[in-house]
């Protein structure tokens, strides 16, 4: 089983509609992210999170909202999407102590289109 | 804030041996990262580098060197399978959050 998941891995909806990404991990780690990534333009930082107290804006967090549910658990939301939050969202986790420290793990993807 | 630059392109022949190079600026820094991401898929970790120097694992290698701000990541022995992005990151002191360059697409030819 895939130590971080994401759902949904497709979604499409149109301009205006609430959405939600969810991000699952079963790597036991304290940090987590979510990314998104736009042809040509590498990966930005939405938000991050060191632990379930904790909640982080990265560079690009105007319309987003995150909820860190439990250590494992980690949601991005769009209160109301427009076309060009069309992109590839990535989840990633990272632990803060362990041999790997510092290391970021991906999940799939979510491919999300705004119409 | 910080600044990343990787070539956008790159042709190799499969058993060949690329250098893909990635420079920065930046006021700080924890170490660089580097990922091979396939189209549409998500990035995997390859390597890490905090001091300066070689670090060598299989058929990948990544050199840093802070004080020219520059970085490569060395691949060997190419294979088909290799054809990706190769994403160049540097981990961030405060947020241990990680800034990605925009990728260098990497096509290995027969």
């Known amino acids: 089983d895939a130590d971080v998941t994401q759902t949904p891995r497709n979604r499409i909806t149109k301009t205006g509609k609430r959405i939600m990404l969810e991000c699952s991990q079963t790597?036991?780690?304290?940090?987590m992210y979510w990314y998104r990534q736009d042809p040509g333009l590498g990966l930005r930082l939405i938000y991050y999170s060191f632990d379930v107290k904790d909640i982080n804006k990265g560079e690009i967090s105007d319309g987003y909202s995150v909820s860190r549910q439990a250590q494992a658990k980690f949601s991005l939301s769009l209160e109301s999407a427009i076309p060009n939050q069309t992109a590839l969202y990535f989840c990633a986790t990272s632990d803060l102590m362990g041999q790997s420290t510092d290391t970021q793990y991906f999940g799939p993807g979510t491919r999300l289109t705004v119409l | 804030g910080q600044n990343i630059d990787q070539p956008t392109e790159m042709t190799a022949t499969e058993g060949a041996i690329v250098q893909i190079n990635c420079t920065y600026q930046?006021?700080?820094?924890?170490?660089l990262f580097w990922y091979q991401q396939h189209a549409g898929e998500a990035p995997t970790f390859l390597s890490y580098?905090?001091?300066?120097g070689l670090e060598e694992k299989g058929r990948f290698s990544s050199f840093l060197s802070r004080s020219k701000g520059y970085s490569y990541l060395l691949l060997k022995e190419l294979q088909m399978k290799d054809s990706a992005s190769y994403l160049c990151?540097?981990?961030?002191?405060?947020?241990?959050?990680?800034?990605f360059g925009s990728g260098t697409r990497l096509q290995v030819q027969p």
């Open positions: 990151a540097l981990l961030d002191t405060g947020r241990r959050a990680l800034t």
């Open positions: 790597k036991g780690h304290d940090r």
């Open positions: 930046t006021s700080g820094f924890n170490g």
């Open positions: 580098n905090v001091l300066d």
